[in-house]
């Protein structure tokens, strides 16, 4: 399979392409694609890391206001992205920007506090960014940030059906073609929205992965509150994912 034609990064140009005429009603107030405005971050992630085939792939929901939503890097918390996985480049605004949501890129100084479990966790067991990108990838099943005029954050699922039929057509598509170009042995739900996603797209992948969940990092959940990387690598090991 070319890069050139389906790669991660024209896979990523396709999905923003057929998620640009769809239209949200109120209560969101706002829509952010950072796979637009933090383009240069998020291709260099993709091009960076995810080529050729993994072991592994992590799936989450959708972007957080203080990571994805400023580096363009799934559960993108400023400092791993960064120092970690080595990405800075300049991040642009969203096109209707919300003030309670400021898009600052890397200057942000807020702290997503699910990716610094996830990738935390991460590179304590690899250290090195590449020796976990060797084997393992993570993506956000969508791309789009959804927020009320507050800045209150409203999840794809909590979408009227008749938004998010088509949004979540969109998306199972792009997932498939983007597991079809990985050919993982695993795929991970990192939370119950995650995890039912990928049961309805497994039938429709050219190879069968085995799949698995984990518990959702967000501070919004009181298990993760309780030691996440934890749990989350007691179900990894318990599912034969990775070995203690």
Avoid at 74 to 85: A, K, L, Q, T, Y
Avoid at 120 to 146: I, Q, T
Avoid at 147 to 155: D, F, H, L
Wanted: hydrophobic residues 40%; glycine residues 8%.
């Amino acid at each position: 399979m070319l890069m050139s034609k389906a790669g991660l990064p024209q896979l990523a140009k396709d999905l923003c392409r057929d998620l640009d005429p769809l239209r949200f009603s109120p209560p969101v107030t706002h829509v952010y694609n950072p796979l637009v405005y933090a383009a240069q971050p998020q291709q260099t992630y993709l091009n960076k890391y995810g080529q050729g085939k993994k072991r592994v792939v992590f799936l989450g929901m959708n972007p957080g206001p203080w990571g994805m939503a400023q580096t363009g890097v799934p559960f993108g918390e400023i400092s791993m992205v960064r120092d970690w996985m080595g990405i800075s480049a300049e991040v642009d605004k969203p096109e209707l920007e919300n003030p309670k949501r400021p898009v600052t890129g890397f200057a942000c100084t807020r702290s997503e506090v699910s990716g610094r479990r996830l990738w935390g966790l991460f590179s304590e067991r690899y250290p090195r960014a590449g020796d976990f990108f060797k084997d393992h990838f993570v993506l956000n099943y969508c791309p789009l940030v959804f927020m009320e005029m507050s800045g209150r954050n409203v999840t794809p699922d909590k979408l009227p059906v008749d938004e998010s039929r088509p949004l979540f057509q969109i998306c199972d598509q792009h997932l498939i073609r983007s597991l079809d170009f990985l050919e993982p042995e695993w795929v991970i739900g990192v939370g119950g929205f995650a995890e039912k996603r990928l049961e309805k797209i497994l039938p429709d992948l050219r190879a069968k992965p085995r799949l698995a969940k984990i518990l959702h990092p967000s501070p919004a959940s009181p298990a993760a509150n309780r030691g996440w990387a934890e749990a989350a690598s007691k179900q990894l090991n318990a599912a034969g994912v990775w070995s203690a």
